[in-house]
């Protein structure tokens, strides 16, 4: 397996969204294992209730101290519905953070609807970002073939995995919302690429620069 390695220094993150919470289940652990290093964390939640928004933006702060949260409002399992307004929003974001280094979205070929069509507009807004399309785990049993994984240090995944439970009381009733789901599958990634814990990525354009 080839490593790759993100320039030395801080990262500027956008993380995007379809519903709060995706960007912590999917990739927490990158989240903290990245703010160790230095990062710069811009997300974006294009649905969500104020009570679910409250959660959003206090879990971003404690995977990113210091890390800004944008809403955009929109009707949760509706975004096909709203592509203006869903493009819009994403143009918004991009109009205030313009030059990440990273952007982290769902899968183009996610089942959930909402999830797909952000994974789908991310590079269309974010030409010149590397774009990691992460995986969501969840009742529609679509969980793909990773392209590239993240390491995730022992204590990152199970600081994610408590912070989940921390700043998202309101979907612990849910039956897959528990540490196995969490954990189990950090583990299987992590046994994909050699490592304790991983998370899963998928890469559909990217740049190789050999250099001088």
Request: aromatic share 6%.
């Amino acid at each position: 397996m080839i490593g790759l390695t993100l320039p030395a220094g801080p990262v500027d993150v956008v993380c995007l969204a379809a519903h709060p919470d995706d960007v912590e289940i999917a990739c927490g652990g990158t989240l903290l294992a990245l703010a160790d290093r230095g990062v710069r964390a811009a997300f974006l939640t294009l649905t969500g209730t104020p009570e679910r928004e409250a959660e959003a933006r206090a879990a971003a702060q404690a995977f990113v101290p210091g890390a800004t949260s944008h809403f955009a409002s929109l009707r949760d399992g509706r975004l096909p519905d709203a592509w203006q307004a869903t493009k819009d929003a994403l143009h918004e974001h991009a109009e205030r953070n313009p030059a990440p280094q990273l952007v982290l979205a769902p899968r183009t070929d996610d089942a959930h609807q909402d999830h797909r069509l952000v994974g789908e507009l991310a590079p269309t807004v974010w030409r010149d970002a590397l774009v990691l399309h992460y995986e969501i785990p969840k009742w529609d049993g679509d969980m793909g073939r990773p392209s590239v994984y993240v390491p995730v240090p022992d204590d990152a995944a199970r600081r994610k995995v408590a912070l989940l439970h921390e700043h998202y009381p309101s979907q612990k009733a849910h039956d897959w919302w528990d540490d196995e789901v969490f954990l189990g599958l950090m583990r299987l990634r992590g046994m994909e690429c050699r490592s304790r814990y991983a998370e899963g990525f998928a890469v559909t354009k990217a740049l190789l620069d050999l250099g001088a």
